[in-house]
């Protein structure tokens, strides 16, 4: 049974919805999408895990329905004000499972924005209020969705830079998630780092992988990391003995990928003098490659400095694009700084220096899972239709005041035309609904595995 009482997880202002809507109102149909924002097409991710962790199964029982009459009450200074005849009707005709029907794409669509992406509607004519008291919880799929656009971008970024300078030979690699500690909950850091891991497969926050097997019905462990130091455990060493720290770790670590913070004293001594020189043998004899972590300065110039630091004392080639890759066994990580535009102009710095875009790969922390927000892509939840007196009628709004938030009338589907692509429009109209239900009384009809979303987005990147 689900512990979370669903009766709480919305708006206060919904709770008193069910006054509002016109008599003899019997049907509520909504659809979510975006509506534009800083990328003009997004990844959907994450609605399954709401489905599973907070909509399915019986989540209204006599004790909860007490519980919410009695916060509500304190928390309106009215009792009136909660339908209590609502939800006893859902418990008692439902056993307390919800009568409403939830379409959905699949999860891993890269979709282009304007372009329905849920919808919802109640499946019993007593239960019209409850459409739109969803909203509140499925809107949080904006917070998956807009991590899954923005790593999915960075990546086209990255490995559009990787080709045009090299080879793109790893860029599963190139965007480690380091945003665990940045993130404003553990809930927050297992859904974004999941949805990083749609595109990627490196990353430092193991939520992820726990989220994944549990959600995504999966025992593969999707994301990957190395052994790395940190400030605490170089300084700890004191400076006098920086060089001993670095040796350490080739010691402690002699084959595979090992990543050392080098700035905690100066990053160009310890590229030149220490990495370059001191410890050069161990570094190209190792059995594996050293990545060198700058974490200070400013990125986009650090970046370029260390890597022709580094090739000018372990060595490089030139590939036959024409642009330096250094020794195998030595790399760059950029952890600090790192956010979507730093990226763009820490590697449109380093390949006009003649470097290959492959030299580098980038840790990115609070950028990834947490500055973003609702506006980043302009998710919104609107009403499109209803059934009142028997008859449909198409319900939208359409502000003079900013026309971007006009929205979608009548009963929404998503088709896809060979000659347009993917288009939303009303069920009335031709073509075949691409939207799945995924949820309906109570009960999650389809769900989709991690690696069948990986393989959705995958497939928009052929389809490029």
């Known amino acids: 049974m689900n512990t979370h009482n669903f009766l709480l997880l919305t708006d206060s202002y919904k709770v008193t919805h069910w006054r509002q809507y016109p008599p003899n109102t019997t049907v509520v149909s909504s659809y979510f999408e975006s509506r534009g924002g800083k990328f003009d097409e997004v990844t959907f991710f994450g609605l399954q895990y709401y489905l599973k962790e907070y909509l399915a199964g019986q989540v ?16 309106f200074g009215d009792e009136s004000l909660f339908n209590r005849q609502g939800w006893e009707h859902i418990l008692e005709k439902h056993g307390g499972r919800l009568p409403v029907r939830i379409r959905a794409v699949p999860e891993g669509t890269v979709m282009p924005y304007h372009n329905v992406l849920i919808t919802a509607e109640n499946t019993d004519p007593a239960c019209w209020w409850l459409t739109n008291y969803i909203e509140s919880l499925l809107v949080q799929t904006w917070y998956g969705s807009t991590v899954a656009t923005l790593s999915r971008q960075i990546r086209e970024m990255i490995g559009a830079e990787m080709a045009r300078t090299g080879s793109t030979d790893g860029l ?111 570094v190209l004899q190792r059995e594996g490659t050293l990545v060198v972590r700058p974490d200070s300065g400013e990125p986009k110039l650090i970046v370029s400095e260390v890597v022709a630091a580094l090739g000018n004392a372990l060595g490089f080639t030139v590939n036959e694009k024409g642009f330096k890759v250094l020794n195998p066994k030595v790399r760059v990580i950029q952890g600090d700084g790192v956010n979507y535009e730093s990226i763009g102009e820490i590697l ?59 929205s979608k009338r009548g009963r929404q589907k998503l088709v896809f035309d060979e000659r347009t692509g993917w288009e939303t429009r009303r069920l009335d109209q031709p073509g075949e609904d691409r939207l799945v239900t995924v949820f309906e009384d109570g009960e999650i009809k389809k769900t989709w595995s991690f690696e069948e979303v990986r393989a959705q987005t995958a497939l928009w990147r052929k389809q490029k």
């Open 60 to 75: 209204v029982t006599r004790e909860k329905i007490e519980e919410a009459a009695g916060y509500f009450s304190r928390h």
């Open 172 to 282: 599963d690699f190139k965007l480690h998630d380091f945003g665990f500690r940045g993130t404003s909950s553990v809930e927050s850091a297992a859904l974004g780092g999941a949805a990083h891991l749609i595109n990627f497969s490196g990353t430092d926050t193991l939520a992820a992988l726990e989220f994944i097997c549990r959600y995504y019905q999966t025992e593969e462990v999707y994301g990957h990391s190395i052994p790395a130091a940190e400030h605490s455990t170089i300084t700890s060493w004191l400076r006098p003995n920086e060089a001993k720290a670095y040796a350490n770790m080739l010691a402690q670590y002699p084959k595979g990928l090992v990543a050392v913070v080098s700035d905690s004293y100066d990053i160009m001594n310890a590229c030149e003098k220490i990495w370059g020189g001191e410890l050069r043998d161990q």
């Open 348 to 406: 449109a710095e380093l390949t006009s220096r003649g470097w290959a875009a492959e030299n580098v790969a980038f840790g990115m922390g609070s950028s990834l899972l947490q500055n973003i927000n609702r506006d980043t892509q302009k998710f919104a939840f609107k009403c499109s239709a209803a059934i009142v007196d028997g008859q449909e009628r198409e319900v939208f709004k359409d502000p003079v005041t900013d026309p971007g938030k006009k």
